[in-house]
């Protein structure tokens, strides 16, 4: 799927340009980073948020051993003199996949749920034809499920009422009428779909509501309170106030403009930078999962992330490989209206890289400020992982 950046008059039309991307094969390399990561770093974000249809504001925090250095460029509020700080509450778009994935990984660990579980078994209501799936084949992106967010009669919906309030059940129905797109396991093909359907396994075999099982499972084991999946366009204080850019370079905050829980499990979650660097620490290295899940969820093949992050991309189980210049890390990016995002970590979990820009960027095909956010996020792994 092309995601468009349209002008903000028409943003309740493009949820689909902020929660999912149908990936490419595989990623190539970003442009080899400068010397000094640090200071290059620092440099890299004064230049994406000056150049034309940049975000108004930057932000990366590195964490070395538990030594954090945060550095930012431009501004939270357009009009003011506000820089983004790592305390205040962000959309984290689609690494919330990442934690449907730590949940889904977690109970496999623990013997309530196996990466064989089929659709059939435990989603009932849903197209026979989906029946096969397994809960491996959807982490990976390559079940076959149509992309919801893809649907004439889903945007219909967006443009007729950007808040509404929808089932998961409901969203899947927009493509209950489809058939796969592939056989499952043959191909990969990044679907929202994919993540809502992993969300419903979840629920099936705890009893409980999704969100309940986030706070079991990740949030309250990792203590980041910030932390949460709401049920409307909502944002708590202080929060990073998202834009789009118009034709003219104005920006317009579209921070609420949407409801996040459109995306769900696929993409409806909030957090912190710090909440995403504690996050993406303990799931990079397994702390969540046991052996067995963790072998298996690093089984990678080739996939984007949506968007791409920097370097060559690898799938793994709700989990990417970027191999980059300076070294490999596990992780996952983010687009919705207003925000774009990358988190990862080294394997150890000991030194990760959080950044972000309030507004979202055109990928497919790049703008300049996605290759320059994207030689941010290049830069962010080199100084987390050379210091």
Same mark, same amino acid.
């Given at each position: 799927m092309v995601r468009r950046h349209l002008p903000v008059r028409g943003v309740a039309a493009v949820i689909l340009a902020g929660l999912a991307l149908a990936a490419c094969s595989s990623s190539s390399p970003s442009p080899a980073p400068a010397a000094s990561p640090s200071s290059a770093l620092q440099q890299e974000l004064r230049e994406l948020v000056a150049v034309p249809g940049g975000p108004p504001g930057a932000i990366a925090l590195i964490d070395v051993d538990g030594q954090v250095d945060v550095s930012t460029a431009g501004v939270n509020v357009v009009g003011s003199t506000q820089a983004i700080t790592p305390d205040e509450t962000v959309r984290i778009a689609s690494i919330s996949k990442a934690y449907s994935g730590a949940i889904a990984l977690s109970l496999v660990s623990q013997g309530k749920l196996s990466l064989t579980a089929t659709v059939g078994q435990l989603v009932p209501g849903l197209p026979a034809d989906w029946a096969p799936v397994t809960l491996a084949q959807l982490l990976h992106h390559t079940s076959g499920v149509p992309d919801y967010i893809k649907s004439p009669d889903f945007l219909q919906e967006l443009q007729a009422d950007p808040h509404a309030q929808l089932t998961p059940m409901q969203l899947l129905g927009y493509v209950s009428d489809e058939p796969l797109l592939f056989p499952p396991g043959s191909r990969y093909d990044y679907s929202d779909s994919d993540n809502i359907i992993v969300g419903l396994m979840v629920e099936a075999v705890t009893g409980t509501p999704y969100t309940s099982a986030l706070a079991r499972?990740? @949030?309250?084991?990792?203590?980041?309170?910030?932390?949460?999946?709401?049920?409307?366009?909502?944002?708590? !204080?202080?929060?990073?106030?998202?834009?789009?850019?118009?034709?003219?370079?104005?920006? !317009?905050?579209?921070?609420?403009?949407?409801?996040?829980?459109?995306?769900?499990?696929?993409?409806?979650?909030?957090?912190?930078?710090?909440?995403?660097?504690?996050?993406?620490?303990?799931?990079?290295?397994? @702390?969540?999962?046991?052996?067995?899940?963790?072998?298996?969820?690093?089984?990678?093949?080739?996939? !984007?992330?949506?968007?791409?992050?920097?370097?060559?991309?690898?799938?793994?189980?709700?989990?990417?490989?970027?191999? @980059?210049?300076?070294?490999?890390?596990?992780?996952?990016?983010?687009?919705?209206?207003?925000?774009?995002?990358?988190?990862?970590?080294?394997?150890?979990?000991?030194?990760?890289?959080?950044?972000?820009?309030?507004?979202q960027l055109t990928y497919d095909p790049p703008s300049t400020a996605f290759t320059e956010l994207r030689q941010a996020d290049e830069l962010a792994v080199c100084a987390a992982l050379r210091s």
């Open positions: 499972y990740v @949030t309250g084991p990792l203590r980041t309170p910030a932390t949460s999946l709401p049920d409307d366009a909502t944002l708590p !204080e202080p929060y990073v106030h998202g834009y789009a850019v118009g034709d003219d370079d104005s920006h !317009e905050d579209v921070s609420t403009a949407l409801n996040p829980a459109l995306a769900w499990a696929s993409g409806g979650m909030l957090s912190t930078a710090a909440g995403l660097d504690t996050f993406i620490r303990a799931y990079a290295s397994g @702390t969540l999962v046991d052996a067995a899940a963790r072998a298996a969820q690093l089984q990678f093949i080739p996939g !984007e992330s949506g968007p791409p992050g920097p370097g060559t991309n690898s799938a793994g189980l709700g989990i990417f490989r970027y191999q @980059t210049s300076c070294g490999t890390v596990y992780g996952h990016t983010g687009n919705f209206p207003g925000y774009t995002l990358f988190a990862a970590a080294n394997p150890a979990g000991t030194r990760s890289a959080v950044v972000f820009v309030n507004q």
